[in-house]
T-cell receptor
Framework: NAGVTQTPKFQVLKTGQSMTLQCAQD?????MSWYRQDPGMGLRLIHY???????DQGEVPNGYNVSRSTTEDFPLRLLSAAPSQTSVYFC????????????FGQGTRLTVV | TQLLEQSPQFLSIQEGENLTVYCNSS?????LQWYRQEPGEGPVLLVT???GGEVKKLKRLTFQFGDARKDSSLHITAAQPGDTGLYLC??????????WGAGTKLIIKP
């Protein structure tokens, strides 16, 4: 079982560049989310989706866009990278809303120079 | 402002010792989850507690949800090197958002 697949695993960007972090799940989960993890701060929710065509903002959405055209895919776009976006990014999916098990990808370590 | 405070932030103990990790908040949560994360990997769910006062056991790990559903603890008996990792608690604030603690980094020395 593939579960949640994130690509790339590592990425270095220059300030001002844009890129898309890919996330795909094969468990037919309705709920998907993107987090960033920074030392000493835990996981912070960037954006989430409760189903295809539906997205909403989390705690730290500025500088990021998402879309959900299919149940399987939930890409995260960095519009104009800034050093403050240096972080480890995790995509997660769950069968339904909060309280059910969240399955995480392996993460993308992003460095913005 | 961290809505979920985890303590200690770091713990290094010898194999065979017991330990307790705490997760505290001033907010009430509908449920609380504990995850373990290993380097280079995403968090993996250990347990979900829902009812105030609930106690769940997973082999040598015992999880408790406070009566008021504002805090939780994780107790490990006879810790093993395989227990090493980052332990994260996460509280459900609404149907669609989890609030995460900063984590407790646990090292068990052989």
């Amino acid at each position: 079982n593939a579960g949640v697949t994130q690509t790339p695993k590592f990425q270095v960007l220059k300030t001002g560049q844009s890129m898309t972090l890919q996330c795909a799940q094969d468990m037919n989960h309705e709920y998907m989310s993107w987090y960033r993890q920074d030392p000493g701060m835990g996981l912070r929710l960037i954006h989430y989706s409760v189903g295809a065509g539906i997205t909403d903002q989390g705690e730290v959405p500025n500088g990021y866009n998402v879309s959900r055209s299919t149940t399987e895919d939930f890409p995260l776009r960095l519009l104009s990278a800034a050093p403050s976006q240096t972080s480890v990014y995790f995509c997660a999916s769950s069968y339904r809303e909060i309280g059910t098990e969240a399955f995480f990808g392996q993460g993308t370590r992003l460095t913005v120079v | 402002t961290q809505l979920l405070e985890q303590s200690p932030q770091f713990l290094s103990i010898q194999e065979g010792e017991n330990l307790t990790v705490y997760c505290n908040s001033s907010s009430v949560f509908s449920s609380l989850q504990w995850y373990r994360q290993e380097p280079g990997e995403g968090p993996v769910l250990l347990v979900t507690v829902v009812t105030g006062g609930e106690v769940k056991k997973l082999k040598r790990l015992t999880f408790q949800f406070g009566d008021a559903r504002k805090d939780s603890s994780l107790h490990i008996t006879a810790a093993q090197p395989g227990d090493t990792g980052l332990y994260l608690c996460a509280g459900a604030r609404s149907n669609y958002q989890l609030i995460w603690g900063a984590g407790t980094k646990l090292i068990i020395k052989p």
